[in-house]
């Protein structure tokens, strides 16, 4: 099959990670594959490294870029769709919201141009623009935008049933249009385990004792993804249980808040900072760690959490969109978003208990590892998009 695969920007992020192991698999496999994405712009650091030297094509759009704006955006729609007709694929399949909305209705414009409904149009659903945590308005014009891109779409994939249940709930798109798929993991890098001399030695970078009990944090240091209540947590935690600390991994434009908001609690010497790591050095964090803490508002399915029960550490996420999927009282611990008092409940419960943590830990790891599956993810892609084209 002829592939063009369309993203916004490969920064480090899980749609990111999820879009480049789908292209390189389906190249492997055989397929012509193009991905198409803007410039890798913002302080979250780029994939564009791992998406060089494989046996697909990567086209830049120079002005497709993530905040609206018209201009631009015309621009780039212009642009995809010149793309689209000189390589004529069979199957345009979009990621994330700008490239989604641009790429399924370039790709539907092009519909029967080369084959009597060709291109397919997929689009994979990783998170959603419309939340509860900004305004009516604004979530009542993101979802007109995709209802309309819906009615452009052969066939959605999902990251988690709930994001398809919160899709269809808004009356976008049909039931029988979709498919879950969870976002795959490249399962080696974390289930070797790394050598203790190479964790000892991580630790002692960020200045954290042999004995500590750390809880680590991998998520941008952004809006909604809830730092401010670990740091709320942290607070309380830190008189109970000395040898606790906790480790935030990641940049963003809230780290000097963060930072000074750390440094005036006191808590400077309990919360360290590593600043941006590169994807090779996630596994080792985790494993130099001993609790996962993931409190984002608004995630389709954080990657952080099947990638830390991978590492055999057992996981405690808010309960939102498609947490639930992987975490449960077998695998780690659901907390009711922004209650930082059962936050704070579950966490010293896991740092007093270190045989909780190893038999949460080896059974999130059972759990995960054939549900993540790099193959099991394109098998379910590539079954959608024959299936596609034989209707086509």
């Known amino acids: 099959m002829k592939i063009v695969h369309i993203i916004t920007r490969l920064i480090l992020g899980g749609a990111q990670e999820n879009t480049l192991i789908t292209c390189k698999l389906l190249a492997q496999r055989g397929h012509d594959v193009t991905l198409i994405t803007g410039p890798a712009i913002g302080p979250e650091g780029e994939l564009f490294n791992q998406a060089k030297n494989q046996n697909y094509k990567v086209i830049t759009v120079d002005k497709l ?70 305004s009516r308005a604004l979530n009542k014009f993101y979802i ?20 398809t249940a919160q899709v269809t709930g808004a009356g976008i798109g049909r039931p029988e249009q979709f498919v879950t798929a969870y976002s795959a993991i490249e399962e080696d890098d974390f289930l070797e ?27 941008r240091l952004f809006m909604l993804k809830g730092h401010k209540y670990i740091i709320e947590s942290a607070k309380e935690l830190s008189k109970r249980f000395e040898n606790a600390v906790w480790l935030f991994v990641g940049d963003g ?65 808010f309960d939102i969109d498609g947490a639930k999927e992987v975490v449960n009282e077998s695998t780690g611990r659901l907390v009711e978003p922004e209650n930082v008092e059962q936050l704070t409940k579950a966490c010293a419960e896991l740092i007093e208990d270190k045989d909780l943590r190893d038999e949460l830990g080896e059974q999130g790891r059972d759990f995960v590892k054939e549900k993540f599956a790099p193959e099991k993810m394109v098998d379910t892609i590539e079954a959608v998009y024959r299936k596609l084209l034989m209707s086509s």
């Open 65 to 134: 870029i993530r905040p609206i704006c018209p201009f631009y955006d015309i621009i780039s729609y212009h642009k995809i769709k010149k793309l689209l007709k000189q390589l004529k694929p069979d199957i345009v399949h979009t990621h994330s919201a700008k490239a989604g909305i641009l790429g399924r209705f370039a790709g539907y414009s092009l519909k029967g141009k080369w084959g009597e409904n060709l291109p397919a149009v997929v689009h994979t659903i990783h998170g959603l623009a419309f939340h509860p945590y900004q």
């Open 193 to 219: 385990s790394i050598p203790q001399e190479r964790r000892k030695a991580f630790r002692r970078k960020y200045e954290i004792g042999e004995d500590a009990i750390v809880l680590v944090t991998i998520a």
């Open 144 to 163: 007109a935008v995709e209802k309309s891109a819906a009615k452009r779409t052969d066939f959605f994939i999902s990251v988690a049933d709930a994001m």
């Open 253 to 317: 434009n809230l780290a000097d808040h963060f930072k000074e908001q750390v440094r005036q609690l006191g808590l400077a010497e309990k919360i360290k900072f590593t600043g941006l790591l590169p994807p090779g050095q996630i596994p080792l964090a985790i494993q130099s760690s001993d609790i996962l803490v993931h409190c984002s508002l608004r995630e389709g399915l954080a990657r952080t959490l099947p990638q830390a029960m991978l590492c055999s550490k057992p996981a405690i996420s």
